[in-house]
């Protein structure tokens, strides 16, 4: 998805203040280890840009500019697209850097890469060609059984209500655990649907744009959640909610230490972070 950030997981400014809203991306993001959660959404520790993260928000951007185009007769062409993914690639490095790239041959790559994935997309069969419901719109719901709001910026919701959540990957992924991996924030996009307009979206689906040396475009769709899968949803989101609120913030180490930027601050924790 176009990387929309997150706001800021507000800070409790007093011991078991709820936090003022909760969305997927923050609820796994404290569920996968709640001391980086802490570090990076509590403390806000700096942290230098990933290639991939760049990639991942340039590539978003140059789609957005597409969606927003189709929807609202703007300039769809893709000279347009192009021109907006050199925009961004170089006000986010700007703006959000720095970027963490190993030498300028991996910039230069990780620039073409981006670019002929957002040109497989659209060529792909499943390019927006009709006009969508919404773009990169930002919900924000009362969810039964869920102490705070949840809110979440969803990348497209087609006409007939399905919401699209586009990612840029390195390999192709398995769709099986695509849809498992991802099954939080396509449920949350489907509770918040259902409850802005009353309707179930007939299906929750992912876009992989894959940066293979032939890029390609992988979709993944699943059916919307029965009421077990939204529960199990709403109990993870609450859980995160709760441990936030209590300020429950520990070391949950696994292969993600592989890539977090907070081992050095993890490697000091004596028990007190929060
Ligand atoms: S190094 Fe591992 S356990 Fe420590 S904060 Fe990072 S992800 Fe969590």
């Known amino acids: 998805m176009i ?8 800070v409790p400014d007093k011991v078991h203040a709820l936090p003022d809203h909760i969305s997927p ?9 709640s001391l980086r959660f802490f570090f990076g959404r509590v403390l806000a520790i700096p942290q230098a840009t990933s290639p991939a993260l760049h990639l991942g928000k340039c590539v978003h951007a140059a789609l957005q500019h597409y969606h927003l185009a189709v929807w609202r007769g703007g300039d769809a062409s893709p000279e347009a697209v192009t021109q907006a993914y050199e925009d961004i690639f170089m006000t986010m490095e700007r703006d959000e850097g720095p970027v963490s790239w190993k030498d300028e041959k991996a910039r230069n790559k990780a620039h073409a890469d981006g670019l002929r994935v957002v040109a497989a997309y659209l060529d792909s069969p499943g390019v927006l060609k009709e006009s969508p419901k919404a773009v990169e719109v930002f919900l924000r719901e009362e969810i039964d059984g869920l102490s705070v709001p949840l809110t979440g910026a969803i990348d497209l919701v087609r006409q007939d209500l399905v919401p699209v959540d586009f990612k840029t990957s390195a390999s192709k992924p398995d769709p099986a655990t695509a849809a498992f991996d991802h099954e939080l ?9 259902e409850k802005a307009t009353g309707k179930t979206p007939p299906a929750l689906d992912l876009l992989f744009l894959v940066k293979t040396k032939t890029p390609q475009v992988i979709p993944v769709s699943i059916a919307p959640a029965d009421e077990h899968r939204k529960q199990r949803a709403v109990k993870m989101l609450e859980t995160a909610v709760q441990g936030i609120a209590e300020e429950r913030f520990h070391p949950q180490p696994g292969m993600h230490c592989s890539w977090c930027s907070f081992r050095n601050e993890c490697g000091k924790w004596k028990g007190d972070a929060a």
């Open 3 to 10: 990387a929309v950030a997150d706001p800021p997981t507000k």
């Open 25 to 33: 991306t923050a609820a796994k993001d404290y569920l996968g280890c």
């Open 185 to 193: 924030q396509l449920v949350c996009y489907q509770l918040m649907i």
